[in-house]
């Protein structure tokens, strides 16, 4: 079992720039790939980024890339989303997943941290 819990999220103007943070309990941290996802008011969610277990790959959503950066600190077994030159439409639910049993799938969730970009 993984607990995943988000932090870092709140309310910034377009141009700014805020730092989401992922803390994960349970089995081996290093041991499986992790990802962000956001979901904002009616839409489906979506990919924002993955890192591998020992941060030795990352994939970006084209529509971050370049402006947002995923890493990971095994040693305090937390998840980071450093996003830059934030845009309102980044404004969404953002969570952070774990793809623990499987490589091919994120079955463990956190809960959710808002993410608020104004014009």
């Known amino acids: 079992q993984v607990q995943l819990v988000e932090s870092g999220g709140g309310l910034v103007q377009a141009g700014g720039s805020l730092r989401l943070s992922c803390a994960a309990s349970?089995?081996?941290?290093?041991?499986?790939?992790m990802g962000w996802f956001r979901q904002a008011p009616g839409k489906e969610r979506e990919f924002v980024a993955a890192i591998g277990g020992s941060g030795d790959f990352t994939n970006y959503a084209d529509s971050v890339k370049g402006r947002f950066t995923i890493s990971r600190d095994n040693t305090k077994t937390t998840m980071y989303l450093q996003m830059n030159r934030l845009k309102p439409d980044d404004t969404a639910v953002y969570y952070c997943?774990?793809?623990?049993?499987?490589?091919?799938?994120?079955?463990?969730w956190g809960q959710g941290t808002q993410v608020t970009v104004s014009s």
């Open positions: 349970g089995r081996a941290f290093s041991s499986y790939s």
């Open positions: 997943a774990a793809a623990v049993r499987s490589a091919s799938r994120y079955d463990f």
